[in-house]
């Protein structure tokens, strides 16, 4: 899902006034304001302008790499509560321009749990990173391949997860950039609905989401 430099340049931009504009989230419970809203995920992905969107109180299943089910040998998940999380997902699937997109937000005990996270994801990469077979979680033979990314420095420290699940002919892309501020974790996730999406966009929503943060 390739888009004109011109307009990356101008979705980053009014992503810059609208983090000017937004006030960091107190470092106490995550009770809401930390989420990004329709219209902030809209200025960077047009295609969610409309989008329907859901609210819980999920952590992270860290790395979020699992698709349809599909399960690698190297894999070592953890679930990540922390003292206070909250997620949003958004999703558009009318157009062939749509787009699910989600946001966790987590806030950890201290600044060494939140770090914690963030080396969790790094071990999985460099453990799972290549081209593995698996299955779609019903016995049907499936292929997952596992890729970092490097992103430019987000908050405190971030880490980049580019992961693709496919089968029959079709392959699902994944692309997922976890930024840590003081003790919070903030982790966007985005598919595509075709393409390996953006890398620019999702590091300016990230850029974004971390702006409603405080440690």
Known sequence: MKRP??????SGALAASVMAAA???SAGPVTGPEMLTVSEVAVVYPELADAE????SGGITAPRAVMQDGRLRCDRYRSFRGTSRRHTLFFETISEKSVTLGQHV???SGVADAKGVLRHYRRYVSA?????????GEGG?????????????????SVGLLVAFAQHGTTTWRRTLVARVGRSITA????PYSGT?????LVTLSQLAVARLSG
Do not use: F, K, N
């Open 197 to 201: 999406g953006s890398a620019d966009r």
């Open 5 to 10: 430099l011109t307009a990356i340049l101008t």
């Open 188 to 191: 966007q996730e985005v598919e």
């Open 106 to 108: 987590v806030r950890m």
């Open 141 to 157: 033979r499936a292929r997952m391949v596992v890729r970092a990314w490097q992103a430019p420095r987000v908050g405190d420290g």
């Open 128 to 136: 799972c990173e290549g081209s593995h077979a698996t299955t779609d």
């Open 23 to 25: 006030a960091p989230a």
């Open 53 to 56: 969107r859901i609210r819980s």
